[in-house]
């Protein structure tokens, strides 16, 4: 007699996400391998809107379509409750330094983009399936540029020589400082005051001479900005609401 099983994928086998239903609406969730990680954990990510199951390296991939499925309500009600994505199109309005401004488009088959901040308009002048890709464009050039001024005078003033500075699209730390002295940052930055975003040079600066946040590290951090306090509660308040501004809605 021969009896028919299921066979259960093995633990090997390469499988980035699993998909779960509940109430008709099916939703994508990834799955990261973690080799230190003893059990299934489920977290909605705000930054990258997405949802995301940690499992041990060795985990069942029926097991975590189970476990995410148990919890499909909760994932549901995760996303419902994020923050209303704003994609970069025309109309759309998103915070530049603090201020809100609106996205006016201008199709061209060629051109660049004019900033009016007097009347608190974004002009784009381009093909309009270019649009996002030349807002964000212009978006992290005037992170970078802003970014390196104030890491550079941050750095003169503590006798360092200016470094290196890279923007990224980071989604848990709004900036970092390596082992070698290299600074990264968000360049959401560019949205949030420009309090905020000089702050946070001060901040990895500071780390150039505390690698930790010991009360040396942060006597240095308030006096290169004295508004550490101001720009870390606006941060608090407001900065997870800056990733859902050129997401897909």
């Not at 996205?103 to 270019?130: D, M």
């Not at 020589?161 to 390596?178: E, L, N, Q």
């Amino acid at each position: 007699m021969f009896r028919l099983f299921r066979r259960e994928p093995s633990p090997n086998v390469s499988s980035d996400h699993i998909d779960v239903v509940h109430e008709g609406a099916c939703y994508r969730v990834l799955l990261k391998r973690v080799p230190t990680a003893r059990r299934f954990t489920l977290r909605v990510r705000n930054a990258t809107r997405d949802i995301v199951i940690t499992m041990p390296k060795r985990g069942s991939i029926v097991s975590a379509r189970d476990f995410a499925q148990r919890h499909a309500a909760w994932i549901a009600a995760r996303l419902h409750r994020l923050p209303q994505a704003v994609p970069f199109e025309p109309g759309a309005v998103f915070p530049l330094r603090g201020e809100e401004i609106t996205i006016t488009h201008i199709e061209k088959l060629r051109g660049g983009i004019e900033v009016v901040v007097e009347e608190r308009l974004f002009k784009v002048s381009c093909n309009r399936q270019h649009l996002s890709r030349r807002i964000h464009d212009y978006l992290k050039q005037e992170a970078q540029r802003e970014l390196e001024g104030a890491v550079r005078r941050h750095c003169t003033t503590l006798g360092f020589a200016p470094r290196k500075v890279t923007v990224r699209d980071t989604t848990s730390r709004w900036g970092s400082c390596s082992a070698s002295g290299a600074l990264n940052f968000s360049w959401r930055l560019i949205m949030a005051p420009p309090s905020v975003l000089d702050y946070l040079a001060a901040h990895e600066v500071a780390h150039l001479v505390h690698m930790n946040h010991s009360e040396e590290f942060w006597t240095v951090a308030k006096k290169l900005a004295p508004h550490t306090d101001h720009a870390e509660a606006w941060l608090f308040a407001h900065g997870s609401k800056l990733h859902r501004f050129g997401a897909s809605s």
